[in-house]
């Protein structure tokens, strides 16, 4: 099921449904992307037409933020959030029973080999073929590695629109898998970052806690999502 949400097409799928379809692009006989969209997202690519052409031939894209829910409701779709961090998380469950091998790119050195010990640890036999810190300055050194591996699932950790830049040129040295880009999905999982307790998480305030908890994210979040909610009745009414 998808959904169409200013010019592009949203993945409205439930977490089981959207976890079959990246599945079904793993076994597919090319490589995709997968992206998961928040509202700052929809805004760059308002300015950003090298973004938007991305978003717009993407593979997947579903709906991280609260706010996109907000809007897609607001346009009369109902539908599930699916943050990028547990999406990511089922995903490198999943790869031990299917065999997938699996790349991991972003975040400074020491996060990334933190998060990848505790994934390790709690994912025993996960099979990270490749890792690489988020700071390099030649993509195509990364890229030469990448298709070296030709990895099942590459999570790829360098916020946005960085990393869907760099997962949009690497679809070219690739010859099947699927990327996703997970923000700061390794800051949590390397323990920097605390997740937001589950009564958060639950009642999609997640945002609440993290500004809360960090303050200096509240220049992200106001006006911008505010302003986002706007748009999307702005939208509805006037298409
Ligand atoms: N990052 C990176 N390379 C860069 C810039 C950022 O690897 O050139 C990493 C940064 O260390 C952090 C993540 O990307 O781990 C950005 O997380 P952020 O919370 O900004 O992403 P969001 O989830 O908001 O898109």
Request: net charge positive.
């Amino acid at each position: 099921m998808n959904a169409e949400l200013f010019g592009f097409c949203i993945d409205t799928l439930k977490f089981e449904d959207a976890i079959n379809k990246a599945t079904a692009l793993i076994n597919s006989s090319k490589p995709s992307q997968i992206i998961t969209i928040n509202p700052e997202m929809f805004t760059e690519a308002e300015v950003n037409k090298e973004f938007a052409e991305i978003l717009r031939n993407s593979e997947m894209i579903i709906p991280d933020g609260i706010g996109v829910k907000i809007a897609l409701k607001i346009n009369g779709i109902d539908c599930e959030r699916i943050p990028g961090i547990d999406f990511a998380k089922k995903l490198l469950e999943l790869s031990i029973k299917n065999n997938w091998s699996v790349a991991i790119i972003g975040a400074k050195e020491e996060v990334i080999n933190n998060a990848c010990e505790n994934l390790k640890k709690e994912i025993s036999t996960l099979n990270i073929v490749y890792t690489h810190n988020g700071y390099f300055k030649d993509n195509n050194e990364i890229y030469k590695d990448l298709s070296k591996y030709n990895p099942d699932l590459t999570l790829v950790a360098m916020g946005s629109p960085k990393q869907e830049l760099f997962i949009y040129d690497a679809k070219k040295v690739l010859t099947k898998g699927i990327m996703v880009g997970i923000g700061g999905s390794l800051d949590v999982w390397s323990g920097n970052i605390k997740r937001a307790p589950l009564f958060f998480r639950k009642t999609g305030t997640e945002w609440l806690y993290r500004t809360i908890t960090q303050p200096e994210r509240l220049k992200r979040i106001f006006p911008a999502l505010p302003l986002f909610i706007l748009k999307a009745i702005k939208y509805k009414f006037f298409k």
